[in-house]
T-cell receptor
Framework: DAGVIQSPRHEVTEMGQEVTLRCKPISGHNSLFWYRQTMMRGLELLIYFNNNVPIDDSGMPEDRFSAKMPNASFSTLKIQPSEPRDSAVYFC?????????????FGPGTRLTVL | AQSVSQHNHHVILSEAASLELGCNYSYGGTVNLFWYVQYPGQHLQLLLKYFSGDPLVKGIKGFEAEFIKSKFSFNLRKPSVQWSDTAEYFCAVRRGGSYIPTFGRGTSLIVHP
C-alpha cells in the first residue's frame, strides 16, 4: 500500500494567490482529516470527513479556507486568497472507523510558504 | 473542552539515558490514547496506542507507555534512548465514541551520541 499521498510536497506562493492542496487517502479508509502544523500552535485539526461528508469543520480558520471530498479517494484543501500567516505544514490523515481499527495514518505533508 | 498537556517541550539526553515524556489529559470518561513520533522532515507515525486492557502498552522501537486512569496520564517511556530517537513526540487523546483525536503540543527530543 502506498500510504496516504499528498501533493505537492512543497508550495511557495505569493500573498493573494489561490493554493490547492491534494490528498489521496489509503484505499478502504472512510475517514479523512486535514491538519495544520505550526511552531506556534502545534498540530491543529482543520476538518474531518467521514464517508466523504464533512462532519466537523470547526477548526477551519476562516472563510478563506475550504475543503472538499468529491469521492472516497480524493480530497482537496483550498486557500483563497492566501496570506503569509497560512504558512505551515498541512497534513492529511486517513483511517477506518470502528473498534480496533482507528489508527490514523498520516501523509508526508505539504509545506506551504506564502510570501 | 478536552485538552492534552505535554509538559516537557524540549528534552535533551545522551545516548543510553532513560526517557520519560509526560502526557496528561482533561477528559474524565472513556478515552483512547496514542503516542505518535515525527522524525525530522517526516510525517507522524504511530508508536503505540491504548484502547482497553493492560494499562502498560508496548510499542515499536522499545517504547512503552502506561495508562494511569486516576492521574489522567499516559506517559511514554524508553529505558535506553538512541541517537535515532531524535524526533518530535505527540500524545493524542480521543474520547470513547468520537473519531476526532486531540493532540498535545509535542515534545522535541534530542539525543546526543
Amino acid at each position: 500500500d502506498a500510504g496516504v499521498i499528498q501533493s505537492p510536497r512543497h508550495e511557495v506562493t505569493e500573498m493573494g494567490q489561490e493554493v490547492t492542496l491534494r490528498c489521496k487517502p489509503i484505499s478502504g479508509h472512510n475517514s479523512l482529516f486535514w491538519y495544520r502544523q505550526t511552531m506556534m500552535r502545534g498540530l491543529e485539526l482543520l476538518i474531518y470527513f467521514n464517508n466523504n461528508v464533512p462532519i466537523d469543520d470547526s477548526g477551519m480558520p476562516e472563510d478563506r479556507f475550504s475543503a472538499k471530498m468529491p469521492n472516497a479517494s480524493f480530497s482537496t484543501l483550498k486557500i483563497q486568497p492566501s496570506e503569509p500567516r497560512d504558512s505551515a505544514v498541512y497534513f492529511c490523515a486517513s483511517t477506518t472507523t470502528g473498534v480496533g481499527t482507528d489508527t490514523q495514518y498520516f501523509g508526508p505533508g505539504t509545506r506551504l510558504t506564502v510570501l | 473542552a478536552q485538552s492534552v498537556s505535554q509538559h516537557n517541550h524540549h528534552v535533551i539526553l545522551s545516548e543510553a539515558a532513560s526517557l520519560e515524556l509526560g502526557c496528561n489529559y482533561s477528559y474524565g470518561g472513556t478515552v483512547n490514547l496514542f503516542w505518535y513520533v515525527q522524525y525530522p522532515g517526516q510525517h507522524l507515525q504511530l508508536l503505540l496506542k491504548y484502547f482497553s486492557g493492560d494499562p502498560l502498552v508496548k510499542g515499536i522501537k522499545g517504547f512503552e507507555a502506561e495508562f494511569i486512569k486516576s492521574k489522567f496520564s499516559f506517559n511514554l517511556r524508553k529505558p535506553s534512548v538512541q541517537w535515532s530517537d531524535t524526533a518530535e513526540y505527540f500524545c493524542a487523546v480521543r474520547r470513547g465514541g468520537s473519531y476526532i483525536p486531540t493532540f498535545g503540543r509535542g515534545t522535541s527530543l534530542i539525543v546526543h551520541p
